[in-house]
């Protein structure tokens, strides 16, 4: 399965640690595509349009997205949508204990599964729920 992995670059980088976190338990189940969201210094050399690009083809190529929604983007958002019109399954990840609240969007799309998690353990606790390993 390709994974699909979204979370906020250009809004805001403090979470880069924790989707590291999360890129890592979900290369148990599939080949994240977009490893790069969880690298703590990213490769500036990139045009908008070449990102735009890459990103459109990883999307068309995925299996699943999977999208860390607590941190506001217009990218993330945007991802969002354009998976939505291609038919992906989209599963969004959201840490209430932040005080930030996620747009209704998002939660009130009834194809995106939204969850609430606290800790890293509670989104691999999620995955294990929700997706199955590779087959050998």
């Not at 959201?94 to 969850?115: C, F, H, K, Q, W």
């Amino acid at each position: 399965m390709n994974i699909y992995f979204s979370g906020s670059i250009r809004g805001g980088r403090e979470d880069a640690a924790l989707y590291r976190q999360l890129i890592l338990e979900l290369s148990k189940y599939g080949r994240v595509l977009t490893e790069h969201i969880g690298a703590e210094k990213l490769n500036e050399e990139l045009t908008d349009e070449q990102i735009y690009r890459m990103d459109m083809n990883w999307l068309k190529e995925c299996d699943l997205v999977v999208a860390e929604v607590t941190t506001p983007s217009l990218g993330v958002g945007y991802e969002i949508g354009e998976a939505r019109a291609m038919g992906k399954r989209i599963i969004c990840l959201y840490r209430p204990n932040t005080g930030r609240r996620v747009s209704a969007m998002v939660s009130g799309a009834p194809d995106i599964e939204l969850y609430r998690y606290t800790l890293t353990e509670d989104a691999a606790a999620l995955f294990a729920t929700l997706l199955k390993p590779p087959t050998s």
